[in-house]
């Protein structure tokens, strides 16, 4: 008796399933192996700052295009040449097996763009290609023929015999859960590749444990697979273009910040702060003056901002930017005039109307995890003569995300500022410090970058106050 040409083929009764099982997994490692190695290598973005939707979206094509045959290219090296018994009969045919992978290795380059960005997106888009991969390979692979029942078998079975089994224990439920708290520690310390690799093999091995595998004699339909193919491939050019438009702001925006400081050190140090508001800016940008060059030695790696299991507080003198400007503004143009000077030693005002905005920022060389400061102690000098309320508050920013998140720590007043304290012509600064809380958990996981903003009372809103920042201690936990 002959098999019909369109049955789909059975596993044969002498093929040992462990070692076929090994083989499509060998396969399916080696595929996806190929397409990762190629998207690091080839998937970057565009030297361009603002290129063409037409020219990102011909690029996001190739990436996809280039992920795919990468994915081929290992699958087909490692089916050629691998010396498994089932190498020599497949299941199935390398076409259909290559189609079923694709719909994963299309959403490679999106994966690789977004985790570069510390994206979320990165682990989510690495779950659906986990989950397409599983139900394409379980539609694709053939079931192992079950042996017939004779009636003598069926005589022999207790009626409901089946209601009373007990399920049996399933060990990769909990293989799943480790995971899944691993991943979730993965993306709280920011280290999302590993996210996105745990959370795929989740995804994976629920759908596969979920999605019922065909019928013996279920006739095979590659036509119905390269359509699928198809679409998943359009979905994904989509959201590796939109990948590429996001990486391509995010780095913008961090160059902007990088000349900011890169024009700051070539600015020029004859003129007086004063001289240059006076001639009208629009906002501006003071600079601490430059201290001569001292010898110092190097800190000890153990007291680096980022280290785990520091114990001691960690002093950052502040040597960033003061920041000028009036709304609806939410910083300084990029024209803004740049000079050198400390607010208690100038006098700075607005022009008009506005009331002018005071901000102080600090960038850290590392970033420094929620979870491992307590506290943040910034310390100020107040020369200000005029009386009034002054209220200062802090911001913590993760300039390394795309979107910037920010958290308050509220905001806290100048005790030296208050009627009780207040004294007029101040010889020196008074020195004061306060003191911020740091939330454990919170939008953000980390920050690189502390925003002091300082705020007068509405009498003195359009006068730049002198107080200047001095230090932060950071505390760890």
Known sequence: MTTPAHAAPTFQADRSPVSLNRFLGYLVAAGLVNALIAAFLLCRLPAAHAPSLKALFARASIYVCIAALAGLGGGWLYWRRSATPAASDPPLSFSRFALANAVAWVWVPAVVLFSRQDSLAAPALAMIAAALLAAG??????????????????????????????????????????CLYAAGLAIQQTETLEACGLLALCAFLAVWKLTLTPAPDAPATPKRDARRLRR?????????????????????????????????????RNKAPNAAWMAGYESLILWPVPQKKQIVAPLPAETALAAPKTARPIIVRF?????????????????????????????????????????????????????????????????ENRSGDINVGILLTDATAPSRPTISLGLQPLESSLPARFTFLKATPVSETLRFSIPAQ???????????????????????????????????R
């Not at 960033?320 to 609806?328: E, I, K, R």
């Open 319 to 383: 040597d960033g930017p003061y920041w000028y400007f009036q709304p609806p503004d939410t910083r300084p143009s990029p024209t803004a005039h740049q000079d050198h000077g400390t607010p208690i030693a100038v006098d700075i005002q607005s022009r008009n109307t506005f009331p002018l905005i005071m901000e102080a920022h600090q960038s850290l060389s590392s970033p420094v995890r929620l979870a491992r400061c307590r506290e943040i102690q910034v310390t100020l000098l107040n020369r």
């Open 442 to 476: 919170a939008k953000i996981r980390q920050f690189n970058q502390i925003t002091v903003s300082i705020v007068p009372e509405e009498e003195n809103a359009e006068v730049g106050v002198k107080v200047a920042v001095d230090q932060f201690e950071l505390t760890p």
């Open 232 to 268: 998943v491939a359009v979905a994904a050019v989509l959201v590796t273009l939109y990948a590429l438009v996001a990486g391509i702001g995010h780095r913008n925006h961090a160059e902007d910040d990088a000349a900011v400081v890169a024009g700051a050190r070539d600015a020029p």
């Open 137 to 178: 390979l379980r539609k694709t692979l053939p079931a192992p023929a079950d042996t017939p029942h004779t009636a003598a078998d069926w005589q022999q079975r207790e009626l409901f015999s089946d209601s009373f089994l007990i399920a049996r224990r399933q060990p990769l439920a909990y293989f799943v859960a480790v």
